[in-house]
């Protein structure tokens, strides 16, 4: 019954590690790998940065005075100046185009569930700006949009600390520029230039329209919010943060350079799993050879005091 018992765990091993094996060597040729995934023919390894991530980057231009003078259209339609929303209080700012749906949402999202766990309100203690970076989006989608977000945030009476603008060209760039924002138009799934490359990261800056800290990603500290609202309305400006950034644009379907990316990482979990059944393996091979040795040298020692004592 034991010699079963191991045979059938040696069994079970050796069949763990053959399995290992075909996942290292499953990693050996990229196009098979792709292929057995479905996926395309991988492109070439990128071991550099891509260009496109140089122009959308962030910069963060502390102390830098927005230029409150750009018109915009607000949610209702109404031509407004960005200096509208400053003066008296901070203003928490957020580059978006809102159309996007893959990026934007989850740093809009990100933003109002921080501030769902913030004590402070927006109309009384702070603003809320978006800017859509897409000169074809109107007033009537930023309103869907602020209609949607007010639904998600949940605070009644808090409508008028947040705003949606939409505007020209000229003015969306410019401010871009100042809060050092960079986006590239991008081709979308239709072969139309309906979509942007950027990063994500929103602002806060002080009611005297100064960039007073940088927030990147797409999820934000409660903490980190409510701290830079009290700082940013005493005029305070912050210091840089690690840049270490989300990027929203689409990889180009015919290179595929996200498939080797996958592979590795196969090819990564393939290698541990052999290594960890191999070290098992041998653990228990040297640990049943030393019960082994152990059991005949019992079985020899009852045998010889049997003769003995016959």
Request: net charge positive; glycine share 10%.
């Amino acid at each position: 019954m034991r010699r079963g018992t191991k045979a059938r765990k040696w069994a079970n091993a050796l069949a763990g590690l053959a399995l290992g094996c075909a996942f290292v060597c499953f990693g050996a040729d990229a196009q098979a790998q792709s292929q057995w995934f479905g996926f395309q023919k991988p492109g070439k390894p990128a071991d550099q940065q891509p260009l496109l991530l140089k122009k959308i980057s962030i910069q963060q231009k502390l102390n830098t005075q927005l230029p409150l003078n750009l018109e915009f259209r607000d949610e209702t339609g109404k031509l407004v100046h960005l200096g509208d929303y400053f003066g008296k209080r901070p203003v928490i700012l957020s580059l978006v185009y809102y159309t996007c749906k893959i990026l934007c949402p989850e740093e809009m999202d990100g933003l109002v569930s921080a501030l769902e766990m913030v004590k402070f309100n927006p109309g009384r203690d702070f603003n809320v700006v978006f800017v859509s970076i897409d000169d074809r989006e109107t007033p009537e989608i930023a309103a869907k949009e602020k209609a949607f977000y007010m639904k998600r945030y949940g605070r009644p009476g808090t409508e008028n600390g947040w705003h949606f603008l939409t505007g020209q060209e000229s003015a969306i760039r410019a401010l871009a520029t100042a809060v050092g924002f960079g986006y590239v138009p991008m081709q979308g799934p239709d072969g139309k230039m309906t979509q942007f490359a950027h990063a994500s990261a929103i602002e806060l800056a002080t009611p005297q329209g100064k960039l007073a800290q940088y927030y990147l990603g797409v999820e934000f500290s409660p903490k980190d919010l409510d701290l830079g609202l009290v700082e940013a309305s005493h005029g305070t400006i912050g210091s840089p943060v690690d840049n270490i950034l989300t990027y929203c644009f689409r990889y180009d379907p015919t290179l595929n350079r996200h498939t080797l990316l996958y592979v590795r990482i196969i090819q990564a979990g393939g290698l541990v799993t052999v290594l960890l059944l191999g070290g098992f393996i041998l653990i228990s091979f040297r640990r049943d050879m030393r019960q082994a040795r152990a059991w005949k040298a019992a079985e020899a020692s009852a045998r010889k005091f049997h003769l003995v004592n016959g």
